[in-house]
């Protein structure tokens, strides 16, 4: 019996699993190289101050500042957005552990600041609803 194709496939495994484990682990960043961009959108900043990584905050959604349904969900999408870039100025330490990728190529993630995740901390403050 040829054992290159169990072989391989076990060598496959073992690359998929361990490029599954490393892209959710957690990841420290530098609270001031986020960008608020909205009530779930943010983007990391390289050194440089460019757009490294576009993030989307995995399982919540804010209401829209672009383009909204009307002036009290504009009034809301300002007051998550605030809400939002308040609370990752104040912060010491971030951390993020990416999913994936959404239908328009940002990072789906979840960003921890200070230990607290973010997404919870928006829907705890009526700012934003759990999504899945």
């Avoid at 391989?8 to 495994?13: D, P, R, V």
């Avoid at 609370?87 to 010491?92: M, P, Q, V």
């Amino acid at each position: 019996m040829n054992l290159a194709v169990p072989a391989a496939l076990g060598l496959l495994f073992a690359c998929l699993l361990w490029v599954w484990i490393r892209s959710s682990a957690k990841h420290a960043i530098n609270p001031r190289n986020l960008c608020v961009i909205d009530g779930d959108t943010v983007w990391i900043l390289g050194p440089d101050r460019s757009v490294a990584e576009k993030v989307r905050l995995q399982n919540v959604n804010a209401p829209e500042l672009r383009r909204p349904r009307s002036r009290r969900e504009l009034n809301k999408a300002v007051a998550a957005t605030e809400f939002l870039r308040d609370t990752i100025e104040r912060a010491r330490s971030a951390t993020i552990r990416r999913r994936g990728k959404d239908r328009y190529g940002r990072t789906l993630a979840r960003i921890a600041i200070d230990g607290s995740d973010l997404g919870r901390l928006l829907v705890r403050a009526g700012h934003a609803k759990r999504w899945t």
